[in-house]
């Protein structure tokens, strides 16, 4: 297990209310289904949002994915098989993660409170959703399609868990063991890049780190996770309001991650600082704000003491 400052294990959800984290999610709902109308039905949640204080919810981070949630294929490396009667409950078409959800928190609550006591904070729990993993190859269908069964074992798990939880959808330079990750890497478009090219596949204590670009979201890496993202919230918006509910929040954690060339020696700072990101689309977006700011080219050269010709130099 690989735990940071940015990792869902550090975190508990902050002391909100939750008809907050419903209103979001309704209202995410709202704009999948209704385009325009959507939109105006979210501005009017926004409007009405007020964070109340109460008990903090604890929400640890589980890892029912490939367990359960992924259960018609190979678990990960270093994943022991579920006892039967959990796997049972994983598979079958209305299997789901709740089971392996509840015995865990339940475990983690006896372990927690003392003897005849509760524990003084609600606990809950944070559902990762791997976006990158929602897919299997189909030539059929421009060489991937989305995983049906998968996300609608996500949607299950929301259903048939009682506890409130964090809805954590993530793509991460961290891998997940998807096929789709190592295609999109071959992709340059995809890639963070230096000066001297996209950066190479990195480590972090032993896992790989793909250097996925934040510089344009007109990319084939951004259209799969839309197209996932899409499917996990279609399925999540058909389920009865009362099962929305339970959904205390929805975070992109760790989304968005300033990479650096040979991360896993100090994130950066072990070496002299190299700035991404060197794409296309940031240089030429580099070179239009320099042209907004100076306007001519030789005001830009004479704050620099440059001979630059024009702002593409």
Excluded at 161 to 190: I, M, Q
Excluded at 283 to 297: C, K, M, P, T, Y
Aim: aromatic fraction near 8%.
């Amino acid at each position: 297990m690989r735990l940071h400052s940015s990792d869902p294990a550090f975190k508990a959800a902050p002391p909100a209310s939750p008809a907050l984290g419903v209103a979001i999610v309704l209202a995410a709902c709202a704009v999948l289904g209704a385009g325009a109308g959507g939109v105006a039905l979210l501005s009017a949640h926004r409007s009405a949002m007020v964070v109340h204080s109460g008990p903090m919810l604890l929400a640890p981070m589980l890892g029912v994915i490939d367990t359960c949630v992924l259960a018609d294929r190979d678990s990960s490396p270093g994943v022991p098989p579920l006892p039967a009667d959990l796997q049972a409950r994983c598979s079958g078409p209305e299997g789901s993660a709740a089971a392996l959800v509840e015995s865990t928190l339940q475990d983690l609550e006896a372990s927690a409170a003392a003897p005849g006591q509760s524990t003084p904070y609600p606990l809950g729990y944070t559902l990762p959703v791997p976006l990158l993993q929602l897919f299997q190859r189909e030539p059929a269908h421009n060489g991937w399609r989305i995983d049906q069964q998968a996300v609608d074992r996500v949607a299950r798990t929301v259903r048939d868990t009682a506890r409130p939880l964090v809805l954590y959808l993530f793509s991460t330079h961290f891998e997940t063991g998807a096929a789709l990750e190592k295609e999109l890497a071959t992709d340059p478009a995809n890639l963070a890049q230096t000066r001297d090219g996209p950066l190479p596949l990195g480590r972090y204590y032993g896992a790989p780190v793909y250097p996925w670009s934040l510089a344009s979201t007109q990319t084939g890496l951004t259209k799969r996770r839309v197209q996932a993202t899409q499917a996990v919230l279609d399925a999540v918006c058909k389920l009865p309001a009362r099962d929305i509910a339970k959904i205390r929040g929805v975070t992109l954690l760790g989304e968005l991650h300033h990479l650096f060339p040979d991360f896993e020696t100090g994130m950066g700072f072990a070496q002299p600082y190299r700035v991404t990101d060197y794409s296309a689309a940031s240089v030429a977006g580099f070179q239009q704000s320099l042209e907004r700011e100076f306007v001519h080219i030789y005001k830009l050269n004479r704050a620099l003491g440059s001979d630059y010709a024009g702002f593409g130099d």
